[in-house]
T-cell receptor, first 117, second 112 residues
Framework: DGGITQSPKYLFRKEGQNVTLSCEQN?????MYWYRQDPGQGLRLIYY???????QKGDIAEGYSVSREKKESFPLTVTSAQKNPTAFYLC????????????????FGDGTRLSIL | QKEVEQDPGPLSVPEGAIVSLNCTYS??????FMWYRQYSRKGPELLMY????GNKEDGRFTAQVDKSSKYISLFIRDSQPSDSATYLC????????????FGSGTRLQVQP
């Protein structure tokens, strides 16, 4: 079954600690995204990557870092510089047809809920 | 002002009712429009995907896009208790950044 797997489902962070959220997809999608969702709010873009070894900041990248060493994997690190990390984190992926191709819909994993201890 | 506006609800309807969910947007560059359904503690699930203006139907769901008014709608016919969820509209421009801009979501409750 193809899909996007996020782990862990729940994560707790201590003061001053960095934590890493995992996102793996077996859909052979080129593009991957990280969003943050706060209660009563829509999803806000943290980082995105359209190709391996390349990624771009989204609207709220401060306090976060990513890597894209493999097509299937796009881990997100929440650093100690992120002062308000409590949120629901969602990873998504999509086919990328390049500059002239149509934007393809994004498919989401089931999220990681991060809380502060 | 947000780029995408969506009434947060909650919207409560009896089973079998027709539900209308709406979003307005300000960016005229948006060309791709999506509706997602999100159950509590789960990721969003793609319901409808449309390009440019017009209607699209899939089973009990109909999506409408009116680019001249910058207004999109999702209609759910014969609503069921299992339709109770948060519905998110999302959109993107045709070029440049391909990430989605989301509305804040409308919470729908279908009463049996």
């Amino acid at each position: 079954d193809g899909g996007i797997t996020q782990s862990p489902k729940y994560l707790f962070r201590k003061e001053g600690q960095n934590v890493t959220l995992s996102c793996e997809q077996n859909l052979n999608h080129d593009a991957m995204y990280w969003y943050r969702q706060d209660p009563g709010q829509g999803l806000r873009l943290i980082y995105y990557s359209q190709i391996v070894n390349d990624f771009q900041k989204g609207d709220i990248a401060e306090g976060y870092s990513v890597s894209r060493e493999k097509k299937e994997s796009f881990p997100l690190t929440v650093t100690s510089a992120q002062k308000n990390p409590t949120a629901f984190y969602l990873c998504a992926s999509s086919i990328d047809q390049g500059g002239q191709g149509r934007n393809q819909p994004q498919h989401f994993g089931d999220g990681t809920r991060l809380s502060i201890l | 002002q947000k780029e995408v506006e969506q009434d947060p609800g909650p919207l409560s309807v009896p089973e079998g009712a027709i539900v209308s969910l709406n979003c307005t947007y300000s960016n005229s560059a948006f060309q791709y429009f999506m509706w997602y359904r999100q159950y509590s503690r789960k990721g969003p699930e793609l319901l409808m995907y449309t390009y440019s203006s017009g209607n699209k139907e899939d089973g009990r769901f109909t999506a409408q896009v009116d680019k001249s008014s910058k207004y999109i709608s999702l209609f759910i016919r014969d609503s069921q208790p299992s339709d109770s969820a948060t519905y998110l509209c999302a959109m993107s421009a045709g070029t440049g950044r391909r990430a989605l801009t989301f509305g804040s979501g409308t919470r729908l409750q279908v009463q049996p």
